[in-house]
């Protein structure tokens, strides 16, 4: 698939100069080029790092469930190596385990509680998780305390799930386009709706939406990246087309939430209350801001379609020819190639299927279990090896033979490794932050500037603590267990539902979603759509602007009304 390269990106002919020094610089040596995304990761990782050195560490005692206790936050002391007297080289590095060791214990100028939390404040040890943050990313685990590391006891915090996921879509895709099936099929599809394309924009992102709402849909997403892509060039629209189709319909869908069991279910939960409470406020925000993003798409869709000038991204020549190939002198669909796409097309709705969390839905709804089968275990590492298999199968039924479809696969994965190492490392700036404890410290900052406020005061500062809390946990389900059991008691206090606290932490959750740079799916999902990020914040500010003005209305009103 070729490479889109905006026309800024094509070197200008350079021409002599007349003022003596000789030829003129190239514009585009002139020209700033916003680093890929490699580099903004890296400078957002160094950048937590050296947080980490002036934002105090601190923790909340937990009760039995996991959960933050109110009024128990308590700064952790220092249990650094040096300061036991030590080389932190040669010293066991109380980090490992995360708590104090012999020696840090019976140092003279530090002596935490043995068996408690401490924090390494060496430089040496500091650098080591800054070292180790990408690995860690990548396969770290979590202990109890909540310190991640590769030789820790506990559950996996690092993405190698995701990873390999990633892998296996772009292994299948792969695969399935080596048939021409998928070529073919968008091609079909193209020619259908090349004079009604804003319609399949509305429909796509109506069912990515449902899937946001429903069980929140969003790391799911990565595998629809590259099929996009080629059915909107094709529709001569340009790539951010593709990306925002996936993007602002599965994130609208998130950020108004009616059932999602990781966000809603999570934090209705924890505030103690059933996930249906609130359940109106969520659905009209739902219809709202889904209605806003389609509106958004298509403006930007049919202006790049009439003007390609004003791509953000700009549609090269290469792109062009690539999207008139694909509605040109479509062939029929042969017998296999309408086999392969029946597989592909049951794959991807296999895992759709073993996504969703059926049973604790009707529940929800009908106060019983799903009346058809579904997965006991069904997530990333059940879909990668989905994929895998399906790519064997497909080649077996394209005649590939066994070195053409092995050959493919690992050309395939190859080809999607870039989005899966950014994602490794987008988890690896989390692990920083976790391993100093300073989130638990910016949540009780947090927690302190909210009380004492008005109803329609309170219901907007919990939602704008909820997008600071947001930028530090992209995890929905981990936000939602850290500030659900200290925001809503808090919100007795302050006379406003807890269902509104839910509201409003969803709702910052799913918008710093679709916009920070620690999130796997935005850095993966841009890469795969070969669109810069910063082209990507030039086209969405303006759209999280009016969510954000919508929400903060939403959420004021129904608490000032509560």
């Given at each position: 698939m070729a490479v889109t390269r905006s026309p800024r990106d094509v070197d200008d002919t350079a021409t002599p100069s007349g003022n003596g020094h000789g030829a003129e610089v190239p514009d585009e040596q002139k020209r700033f080029k916003f680093p890929t995304a490699f580099t903004v990761l890296a400078l957002v990782l160094l950048l937590v790092w050296i947080a980490s050195f002036f934002v105090p560490a601190g923790k909340y005692t937990t009760d039995g469930a996991g959960s933050p206790v109110p009024g128990t936050y308590h700064a952790l002391p220092s249990c650094s190596a040096v300061a036991a007297g030590g080389s932190a080289i040669v010293v066991d590095s109380p980090g490992e385990s995360g708590t104090a060791p012999a020696d840090a214990t019976n140092a003279p100028t530090a002596k935490p509680v043995p068996g408690e939390n401490c924090v390494d404040t060496s430089l040496t040890y500091r650098f080591k998780q800054l070292w180790n943050a990408t690995p860690n990313g990548l396969y770290g685990v979590e202990a109890t305390n909540g310190f991640v590391g590769?030789?820790?006891?506990?559950?996996?915090?690092?993405?190698?799930?995701?990873f390999l996921f990633v892998l296996a879509v772009g292994a299948f895709i792969t695969v399935t386009m080596k048939t021409l099936a998928i070529q073919t099929g968008i091609g079909r599809l193209?020619?259908?709706?090349?004079?009604?394309?804003?319609?399949?924009?509305?429909?796509?992102?109506?069912?990515?939406?449902?899937?946001?709402?429903?069980?929140?849909?969003?790391?799911?997403?990565?595998?629809?990246?590259?099929?996009?892509?080629?059915?909107?060039?094709?529709?001569?629209?340009?790539?951010?087309?593709?990306?925002?189709?996936?993007?602002?319909?599965?994130?609208?869908?998130?950020?108004?939430?009616?059932?999602n069991p990781f966000a809603t279910g999570v934090a209705s939960d924890a505030a103690g209350i059933s996930i249906g409470v609130g359940i109106g406020?969520?659905?009209?925000m739902w219809v709202v801001?889904?209605?806003?993003?389609?509106?958004?798409?298509?403006?930007?869709?049919?202006r790049v379609k009439k003007e390609p000038a004003k791509s953000i991204v700009g549609v090269s020549p290469t792109?062009?020819?690539e999207a008139r190939t694909l509605i040109a002198d479509v062939p029929k669909l042969t017998g296999r190639q309408k086999l392969v796409l029946t597989l592909f097309t049951g794959t991807f709705l296999t895992m759709i299927y073993g996504f969703i969390p059926?049973?604790?839905?009707?529940?929800?709804?009908?106060?019983?279990?799903?009346?058809?089968?579904?997965?006991?275990?069904?997530?990333?590492?059940?879909?990668?090896?989905?994929?895998?298999?399906?790519?064997?199968?497909?080649?077996?039924?394209?005649?590939?033979?066994?070195?053409?479809?092995?050959?493919?696969i690992i050309a395939g994965a190859s080809d999607f490794l870039s989005a899966a190492l950014i994602i490794v490392f987008a988890r690896g700036i989390t692990v920083v932050m976790r391993n100093s404890y300073m989130t638990d410290t910016i949540l009780h900052w947090m927690e302190k500037a909210v009380s004492g406020s008005t109803s329609s005061g309170f219901a907007i500062l919990a939602f704008l603590v909820n997008?600071?809390?947001?930028?530090?946990?992209?995890?929905?389900?981990?936000?939602?267990?850290?500030?659900?059991?200290?925001?809503?008691?808090?919100?007795?206090?302050?006379?406003?539902?807890?269902?509104?606290?839910?509201?409003?932490?969803q709702s910052a959750s799913g918008l710093v979603n679709l916009v920070t740079p620690t999130s796997a799916v935005i850095m993966g999902g841009l890469a795969l759509s070969k669109v810069g990020y910063d082209r990507y914040l030039k086209f969405v500010w303006p759209f999280l602007l009016a969510?954000?003005?919508?929400?903060?209305?939403?959420?004021g009103i129904a608490a000032a009304a509560g």
């Open positions: 590769p030789w820790e006891l506990g559950v996996l915090y690092g993405s190698a799930a995701i193209a020619l259908r709706y090349q004079s009604s394309g804003s319609i399949l924009i509305a429909l796509l992102m109506c069912v990515f939406a449902l899937g946001g709402t429903s069980y929140g849909m969003w790391e799911e997403t990565l595998g629809f990246f590259v099929l996009l892509v080629p059915l909107m060039l094709a529709l001569g629209f340009d790539r951010l087309v593709a990306a925002s189709v996936i993007f602002l319909g599965a994130g609208a869908g998130v950020i108004g939430s009616t059932v406020l969520r659905i009209a801001l889904v209605s806003l993003a389609i509106a958004y798409v298509i403006w930007y869709a049919r792109d062009a020819d059926w049973n604790d839905l009707w529940q929800e709804g009908f106060s019983r279990s799903f009346p058809l089968p579904t997965f006991s275990d069904f997530y990333f590492p059940e879909a990668a090896g989905l994929f895998l298999v399906m790519a064997v199968v497909i080649g077996l039924i394209a005649k590939l033979g066994e070195e053409g479809t092995v050959t493919t997008i600071t809390i947001a930028f530090l946990v992209p995890s929905s389900s981990g936000h939602a267990a850290l500030v659900m059991p200290i925001l809503a008691p808090l919100a007795d206090f302050a006379g406003v539902s807890r269902s509104i606290v839910v509201t409003a932490f969510v954000f003005v919508i929400c903060c209305a939403f959420i």
